[in-house]
């Protein structure tokens, strides 16, 4: 459905080009648009679920703590830590603007945000639960077999409707109004001459070719290291691992570049500590470009502009366990 | 100060104790007053850094994961986990209303929340950083160091201004408006004839002789094990390891009793799973009784009135680090 179409149902098609020209439409990012056609009361559950520890066998790991809502949807850390505090094998990506994303995970292996949330759920180095036991775990809370009722409208929790929710909730955390929106939505101040010059950069150089849409970045499979091999002790092999193929081997999903500013470190081993050492990297590895130090900082005064407005909610409450939950079991 | 004599300077002495009798001032337990005199910029300086995770040397821990305030300010668990998963030695206590404490931790021995709060940042077992790194890693972030300038009027970041200011957020996680409160504030239609017969149990039986006051707890030491020996294989001794003193072992801080509902599993080694066992311990071991199992469910229903409201407040949003903040270090 066009939006245009929406607002302004009486205009002529013709006019609603020029509009489209006004809001430019001719950019090749477009601005985060905020979440439609969401059920708030299945959000409600999905928040709560996505902030319980207890979905994972230590009673310590919650959704958010690899994806701290806090730190721009994820963990600040090369690789997360798991249960047991085992090493994951690579960088936790955002969960902010992830509705955007062609396919979760940086193999794409999960083809939405409903099949992703089961997977850290039930891995042993993750949340190291399993989906039969989560199930038990929320059935035996009063206060979740109510509000499952309320947001299903009808009795029973299963591993799809934990998803279900936790992925409703997801969709909502889009950042909207991010100083590079509201310059593409037609205030020409919102961003300095040094911002500009880096989005002008950003695209003659070629970055645009995979950073792009409105998530910049996560609507392609690309290849790390293009031009130039990446180096890495990282053994992820990225899409191959999904189809099978030697072509797709070291192929990643692009990142959302979306409050970049506060999802370092970058790539998928997060080798990279800094925007600047990033797209140093970027610059030669994918495009064969070395950019100058004035580059780079225009470029990186650029991205910082793509942080939106963070998602504001109060901390979820969550309900207690009863006398029957199945207890945490952290150092079994 | 007294509050009546604030509210109602004009009305003679008299009268004060009528409205005192009134609002229930004979009982042992007095309703949880709501914080006042606390500086607003030092609250939200401190809930940011309650929730900042880069206050520990794994970028993982941070006040909040042991004291989820989603979980009544506890984590849920018998002892925490801490740095490189190590199992914490004690029961994490909960933080609400933990103002209202005489003194803090099990065994008292921090004078105050700003005291207690530096322990666990340098704690090997739980966050593992030092306070000089703490310092470091907050200084090298321009969003603390503005906000830290504001609170406190002058530029800098110590150790002891960001201890005040947890402190001050921990202030406020006060929790009013039990169902109890209301009772005691003259609303008789408050509490069932259950939880009416399990506070006059709770009184007659002795269990107000140590969980007394505002926070049902919290104002003396007592020692665990007092008609027969607590048996359990958690080595703590508590208040004699503050004094010294032979006389002072198994002593530790009577909990609150506030929220209990939400802040299982119970004791200062977690090993009482429900509220059942935990009141059938006390009686045994403190009071020398055996409850009836209707006594036992009057007592529980009583004790779930003392759950108030939670502490409501937007999840902060952390200021980044920036390309200067010294790196988490999970796993050196």
């Given at each position: 459905m066009n939006i245009k179409t929406k607002r302004?149902?009486?205009?002529p098609a013709i006019t609603l080009i020029v509009l489209s020209t006004g809001l430019?439409?001719?950019?090749?990012i477009q601005p985060v648009r905020p979440v439609e056609n969401i059920d708030p009361v299945l959000v409600e559950l999905g928040k709560k679920l996505f902030f319980?520890?207890?979905?994972s066998k230590s009673g310590l790991?919650?959704?958010?703590?690899?994806?701290n809502l806090s730190m721009g949807?994820?963990?600040?850390?090369?690789t997360s830590i798991g249960h047991g505090w085992r090493q994951g094998p690579i960088n936790a990506p955002t969960v902010?603007?992830?509705?955007?994303?062609?396919?979760?995970f940086w193999d794409g292996r999960a083809a939405d945000l409903q099949a992703q949330a089961g997977g850290p759920i039930a891995n042993p180095g993750e949340m190291a639960l399993t989906h039969e036991l989560a199930v038990e775990v929320l059935a035996s809370i009063p206060g979740y077999v109510t509000e499952f009722e309320l947001a299903f409208g009808a009795d029973g929790i299963d591993i799809d409707r934990i998803t279900a929710a936790i992925a409703e909730f997801e969709k909502t955390l889009v950042t909207t109004n991010a100083r590079f929106d509201q310059w593409l939505l037609?205030?020409?101040?919102?961003?300095?001459d040094t911002e500009l010059a880096g989005y002008t950069l950003f695209k003659d150089s070629g970055?645009?070719?995979?950073?792009?849409?409105p998530a910049v970045g996560g609507n392609s499979f690309r290849k790390m290291g293009l031009v130039a091999p990446y180096q890495t002790t990282n053994p992820a092999e990225g899409r191959s691992a999904v189809t099978?193929?030697?072509?797709?081997?070291?192929?990643?999903?692009?990142?959302?570049?979306?409050n970049v500013e506060m999802t370092y470190p970058y790539f998928h081993d997060g080798e990279a500590a800094t925007l600047t050492a990033a797209v140093d990297i970027m610059g030669r590895l994918q495009l064969g470009k070395e950019f100058s130090e004035e580059e780079q900082a225009q470029i990186v005064a650029f991205l910082k502009t793509?942080?939106?407005?963070q998602p504001r909610f109060q901390l979820p409450i969550l309900p207690p366990s009863s006398d029957h939950t199945p207890a945490p079991k952290p150092f079994d």
């Amino acid at each position: 459905m066009n939006i245009k179409t929406k607002r302004f149902p009486l205009l002529p098609a013709i006019t609603l080009i020029v509009l489209s020209t006004g809001l430019s439409a001719a950019e090749p990012i477009q601005p985060v648009r905020p979440v439609e056609n969401i059920d708030p009361v299945l959000v409600e559950l999905g928040k709560k679920l996505f902030f319980d520890p207890r979905l994972s066998k230590s009673g310590l790991i919650s959704c958010n703590s690899c994806h701290n809502l806090s730190m721009g949807g994820t963990d600040n850390l090369k690789t997360s830590i798991g249960h047991g505090w085992r090493q994951g094998p690579i960088n936790a990506p955002t969960v902010l603007n992830s509705s955007l994303n062609l396919a979760q995970f940086w193999d794409g292996r999960a083809a939405d945000l409903q099949a992703q949330a089961g997977g850290p759920i039930a891995n042993p180095g993750e949340m190291a639960l399993t989906h039969e036991l989560a199930v038990e775990v929320l059935a035996s809370i009063p206060g979740y077999v109510t509000e499952f009722e309320l947001a299903f409208g009808a009795d029973g929790i299963d591993i799809d409707r934990i998803t279900a929710a936790i992925a409703e909730f997801e969709k909502t955390l889009v950042t909207t109004n991010a100083r590079f929106d509201q310059w593409l939505l037609g205030n020409k101040a919102a961003l300095t001459d040094t911002e500009l010059a880096g989005y002008t950069l950003f695209k003659d150089s070629g970055c645009i070719a995979c950073h792009n849409g409105p998530a910049v970045g996560g609507n392609s499979f690309r290849k790390m290291g293009l031009v130039a091999p990446y180096q890495t002790t990282n053994p992820a092999e990225g899409r191959s691992a999904v189809t099978g193929k030697d072509a797709d081997r070291f192929l990643f999903k692009v990142p959302t570049l979306r409050n970049v500013e506060m999802t370092y470190p970058y790539f998928h081993d997060g080798e990279a500590a800094t925007l600047t050492a990033a797209v140093d990297i970027m610059g030669r590895l994918q495009l064969g470009k070395e950019f100058s130090e004035e580059e780079q900082a225009q470029i990186v005064a650029f991205l910082k502009t793509l942080t939106g407005d963070q998602p504001r909610f109060q901390l979820p409450i969550l309900p207690p366990s009863s006398d029957h939950t199945p207890a945490p079991k952290p150092f079994d």
